[in-house]
């Protein structure tokens, strides 16, 4: 199934202590890139996060956001440093002793001073972080993914509907082929009676001069090359996912066809169904750029 890089997801979980938000969107890129935006106690899970989107995503500019909301005080413990405190209380005794002055010391006093108390965070349960980070992760790309899947369907669809007309010009250039050849051998032989007169035409000069000119004009090779072309992309079309790559190879060999077509067109009407055709392989091919 074909996916367009143009995608968006977004996907929230939460357990009794914390809440997870998984938020995704990209944009057309050559390769897979991905930029991660989460809080800094998550970063033991980037290889891991990194794996799962790689079993979803193929090609594009991907930025996750992830954040994670504590939901209870569960993580976080004050701590006593009694070490700390004990040198404070030393150092102002001794401050009491030195200036004579009054040993009025309390607790409420003694537990402001800097890190006598402290907060420190809890170890993390990383299995079960990571079941309710994963849950989230993979309902976001679930969401990312369909969005690409139904867009990468509208482009499908517009592809194959260039692809139909372009072979209907091909066809009209096939056709207007023979009629370019008995039009210019008609023109010859009348300038060449208005030039001589009554003197006899020489048949076998006009014959050479017939298949210098239909060599030179023809353009069988191309239009058959340029039809397996589209034949070709129109079944690519059919085969599934991550096909950007080679459909954007076989549009490049479809524009090359095109451009020997005008190089050979000696007609107004083949000129300008040649530049038809190109006009035609641009727009598949910007629209190809869209496709993972």
Same mark, same amino acid.
């Given at each position: 199934?074909?996916?367009?890089?143009?995608?968006?997801?977004?996907?929230?979980?939460?357990?009794? *202590?914390?809440?997870?938000?998984?938020?995704?969107?990209?944009?057309?890129?050559?390769?897979?890139?991905?930029?991660?935006?989460?809080?800094?106690?998550?970063?033991?899970?980037?290889?891991?996060?990194?794996?799962?989107?790689?079993?979803?995503?193929?090609?594009?500019?991907?930025?996750?956001?992830?954040?994670?909301?504590?939901?209870?005080?569960?993580?976080?413990?004050?701590?006593?440093?009694?070490?700390?405190?004990?040198?404070?209380?030393? *150092?102002?005794?001794?401050?009491?002793?030195?200036?004579?002055?009054?040993?009025?010391?309390?607790?409420?006093?003694?537990?402001?001073?800097?890190?006598?108390?402290?907060?420190?965070?809890?170890?993390?349960?990383?299995?079960?972080?990571?079941?309710?980070?994963?849950?989230?992760?993979?309902?976001?790309?679930?969401?990312?993914?369909?969005?690409?899947?139904?867009?990468?369907?509208?482009?499908? #669809?517009?592809?194959?509907?260039?692809?139909? *007309?372009?072979? @209907?010009?091909?066809?009209?250039?096939?056709?207007?082929?023979?009629?370019?050849?008995?039009?210019?051998? #008609?023109?010859?032989?009348?300038?060449?009676?208005?030039?001589?007169?009554?003197?006899?035409?020489?048949?076998?000069?006009? #014959?050479?001069?017939?298949?210098?000119?239909?060599?030179?004009?023809?353009?069988?090779?191309?239009?058959?090359?340029?039809?397996?072309?589209?034949?070709?992309?129109?079944?690519?079309?059919?085969?599934?996912?991550?096909?950007?790559?080679?459909?954007?190879?076989? #549009?490049?060999?479809?524009?090359?066809?095109?451009?020997?077509?005008?190089?050979?067109?000696?007609?107004? @009407?083949?000129?300008?169904?040649?530049?038809?055709?190109?006009? @035609?392989?641009?727009?598949?091919?910007?629209?190809?750029?869209?496709?993972?």
């Amino acid at each position: 199934m074909i996916k367009s890089m143009t995608g968006f997801g977004r996907c929230e979980c939460s357990d009794t *202590h914390r809440k997870i938000t998984v938020e995704l969107k990209s944009v057309n890129h050559r390769y897979f890139d991905v930029n991660i935006r989460m809080p800094k106690k998550l970063n033991f899970f980037e290889a891991s996060i990194r794996s799962v989107l790689k079993e979803y995503i193929e090609r594009g500019k991907v930025d996750l956001f992830l954040t994670c909301e504590d939901l209870t005080e569960h993580d976080v413990a004050v701590k006593y440093n009694r070490e700390i405190a004990g040198e404070y209380l030393t *150092h102002l005794r001794t401050m009491a002793a030195d200036f004579g002055l009054e040993d009025d010391i309390r607790v409420s006093t003694l537990s402001r001073y800097p890190d006598v108390f402290t907060m420190e965070e809890q170890p993390l349960d990383e299995e079960e972080l990571w079941s309710l980070l994963e849950r989230t992760l993979r309902g976001a790309l679930e969401q990312f993914v369909g969005v690409r899947t139904r867009e990468g369907e509208h482009l499908k #669809a517009d592809i194959s509907a260039k692809l139909h *007309h372009i072979l @209907e010009n091909v066809e009209k250039v096939e056709a207007r082929a023979p009629e370019i050849l008995t039009e210019y051998i #008609a023109n010859l032989k009348k300038k060449m009676y208005e030039f001589l007169g009554d003197i006899q035409i020489d048949e076998s000069r006009l #014959a050479s001069e017939m298949v210098i000119f239909a060599d030179k004009i023809c353009t069988d090779e191309e239009t058959v090359r340029l039809k397996a072309h589209v034949h070709s992309m129109l079944e690519t079309l059919e085969s599934g996912a991550g096909i950007g790559r080679k459909l954007d190879f076989i #549009a490049q060999e479809m524009n090359r066809e095109a451009n020997t077509i005008l190089s050979k067109a000696n007609d107004l @009407e083949t000129s300008n169904l040649a530049i038809e055709l190109k006009t @035609e392989i641009e727009k598949i091919r910007e629209q190809i750029q869209n496709i993972e």
